[in-house]
């Protein structure tokens, strides 16, 4: 139901930017957003949208990475910029999304992006 694309390898200081498209008998979808999991971590939050468009961002990606969302292509993206060695993991997509089978709203996660950044 969601497929992230854009991962990559990429050096210190350089840019990339993460896809993720949602698919199927979709009626709406609320939350979307960006995790990630390092190697020997825990996932974290990197950064949500609402539907209409607020933003959070974790700490350490203020001002480096900006999340947005094409509501009509049922997308959200990540363009990620002046990326870091810390940055280096698999980012995973996430949301909220009603069918219209059941109109109920369930967590959706992406398989996962692999993101390397070397120094």
């Known amino acids: 139901q969601l497929q992230a694309s854009g991962g990559g390898l990429v050096q210190a200081g350089g840019s990339l930017r993460l896809s993720c498209a949602a698919s199927?008998?979709?009626?709406?979808?609320?939350?979307m957003g960006w995790y990630r999991q390092a190697p020997g971590k825990q996932r974290e939050l990197v950064a949500t949208?609402?539907?209409?468009?607020?933003?959070n961002y974790v700490d350490s990606v203020k001002g480096r990475f900006t999340i947005s969302r094409d509501n009509a292509r049922k997308t959200v993206y990540l363009q990620m910029n002046s990326l870091k060695p810390e940055d280096t993991a698999v980012y995973y997509c996430?949301?909220?999304?009603?069918?219209?089978?059941?109109?109920?709203?369930?967590?959706?996660w992406g398989q996962g992006t692999l993101v390397t950044v070397s120094s």
């Open positions: 996430n949301a909220d999304i009603a069918d219209r089978t059941s109109y109920y709203y369930r967590d959706y």
């Open positions: 199927g008998n979709i009626f709406d979808i609320e939350g």
């Open positions: 949208i609402t539907s209409g468009g607020s933003t």
